[in-house]
């Protein structure tokens, strides 16, 4: 008489789990889940667009200079064209329909002169007589877009979304002398760091050479609609709605922008 083994409910189960996995029908299952499994993992991939884009002309129409090539002007150190760089992100939601997440940054200044031409002065001497402008932000950006083809390779979109800005502004005039019994230096500079909250419009030419890379170039008109102080830094002083020749209203509540930029789809 042999011996009886009692086996535990949890060991029949392990058992007959791996006897279900090394059957012939359930290997061809698992084989069939794994092969289905690659094919949707590989059209989601597809619908995935990795960007990185750079601004080369902003107007925001205030009289700034839009590409550093307005003239009187002298520019800091790394100042060729505007620093304006992002990152974006795009999401296939149907054949017609695009989503777009951007963050963008944004940061230029200048210094500026009313008189003909420069005098050969030090700059220690030459820099208090300079107007000062800086335009520093970060915005995250949302789109939904319609997706036109042109043909295999170039497409259009167009589309409107949401924006948030959180920005810094700068404007210092050279100092004034204020009548009154001595010479007295006023100065003039004002600065703000509001956060912004807008709306873009889009339009966009994309090429798309392989599967895996898209080319395109963008026009972005950013359009503010509430300011708000930096919760931060705030500060109850506001800049001049009005100062010319230099600005006709800074900081403007419209950024329009022509960008390029590389995206890689996977």
């Given at each position: ?77 790394s100042q060729y064209l505007n620093r304006s ?5 795009q999401r296939i939601l149907d054949n017609s ?6 963050i963008l940054s944004y940061d230029h200044f ?157």
């Amino acid at each position: 008489m042999y011996p009886v083994v009692l086996t535990s409910p949890c060991v029949l189960a392990q058992a007959s789990i791996f006897n279900l996995i090394y059957s012939n029908t359930a290997m061809k299952f698992f084989t069939f889940s794994l092969l289905l499994f690659l094919i949707q993992s590989t059209s989601f991939a597809q619908r995935n667009s990795f960007r990185y884009q750079t601004g080369l002309a902003h107007c925001f129409f205030d009289g700034t200079p839009i590409v550093n090539s307005a003239n009187k002007v002298i520019f800091g150190e790394s100042q060729y064209l505007n620093r304006s760089n992002g990152f974006q992100y795009q999401r296939i939601l149907d054949n017609s329909s695009r989503l777009q997440i951007d963050i963008l940054s944004y940061d230029h200044f200048y210094r500026t002169y009313n008189f003909e031409n420069l005098p050969a002065l030090p700059p220690s001497i030459l820099e208090p007589m300079l107007t000062f402008t800086a335009r520093k932000y970060v915005d995250f950006q949302f789109c939904f877009l319609r997706h036109k083809p042109i043909n295999k390779t170039l497409a259009f979109q167009y589309g409107i979304g949401a924006s948030f800005r959180f920005a810094t502004y700068r404007y210092a005039p050279p100092p004034t002398v204020e009548p009154g019994p001595g010479p007295v230096l006023s100065d003039n500079a004002y600065s703000l760091n509001p956060v912004d909250i807008g709306a873009n419009v889009r339009g966009e030419l994309t090429y798309t050479p392989v599967k895996w890379l898209t080319l395109f170039s963008q026009v972005n008109l950013v359009g503010m609609f509430f300011r708000f102080e930096d919760p931060f830094y705030a500060t109850n002083v506001s800049l001049r709605p009005a100062s010319k020749p230099l600005q006709m209203n800074f900081p403007s509540r419209f950024d329009l922008s022509l960008r390029v930029g590389v995206g890689f789809n996977i």
